[in-house]
């Protein structure tokens, strides 16, 4: 069973620091990505920032400059990324929710398989 665990998350003032961590496990396959969303309540989930395999990295234009996220770090069945984030903002305030997509194959046939953690709350406020 695959499970998506995020921690890290609490309160903080604006100006401040958080790093959150995600780890996936219990997949038979490889980790392609992991990639973190966020989303207030009544918007849509937005992501902030992705990273592959290979560490290429997305980031939201809102969080750049800002937030960083690690290469994943594969150990003993467990896949782990970090965001790290700096200069909070009131406006970074929502839940974070890691997502992990895992491959079949590298092959064209591959297939992809994404899980979701169940969320960290990030509050920023003074």
């Known amino acids: 069973q695959v499970q998506v665990v995020e921690s890290g998350g609490g309160s903080v003032q604006p100006g401040g620091s958080l790093r959150l961590s995600c780890v996936a496990s219990?997949?038979?396959?490889?980790?392609?990505?992991m990639t973190w969303y966020r989303q207030v309540s009544g918007k849509e989930r937005e992501l902030v920032a992705s990273?592959?395999?290979?560490?290429?990295?997305?980031?939201?234009e809102s969080v750049k400059g800002r937030f960083t996220v690690s290469t994943i770090s594969r150990d003993n069945g467990k896949n782990t990324v970090y965001l790290q984030m700096n200069s909070l903002k009131p406006e970074d305030t929502a839940i974070y929710y890691c997502?992990?997509?895992?491959?079949?194959?590298?092959?064209?046939?591959?297939?992809?398989?994404?899980?979701w953690g169940q969320g960290t709350q990030v509050t920023v406020s003074s």
């Open positions: 997502n992990a997509e895992f491959r079949s194959s590298w092959a064209v046939e591959g297939r992809a398989y994404d899980y």
């Open positions: 219990g997949s038979p396959f490889s980790i392609a990505a």
């Open positions: 990273i592959t395999r290979r560490g290429i990295t997305n980031y939201s």
